[in-house]
């Protein structure tokens, strides 16, 4: 994954923070803002922590979770 174009390998940081303004306005025209928990996961990509895929899977994990958690 480390190859993907938007990897932290492959992007600056002013990069990554322009790429996680853009997603976040997209994901807000028709929706609520994503949750705190999910913000702090965006700005580790951000930062350069974490890689974006990581990020998505970890927020998809948590919602799988709660879904088995509430059937």
């Not at 998809?60 to 958690?69: G, Q, T």
């Amino acid at each position: 994954m480390s190859d993907y174009k938007y990897s932290v390998k492959n992007t600056t940081k002013i990069e990554r923070e322009k790429l996680r303004n853009v997603a976040l306005s997209y994901s807000t025209l028709d929706a609520a803002e994503p949750s705190n928990d999910t913000m702090k996961l965006v700005e580790e990509y951000v930062a350069g922590n974490m890689e974006i895929a990581d990020a998505l899977e970890t927020v998809i994990e948590k919602y799988r979770a709660m879904s088995l958690k509430n059937a």
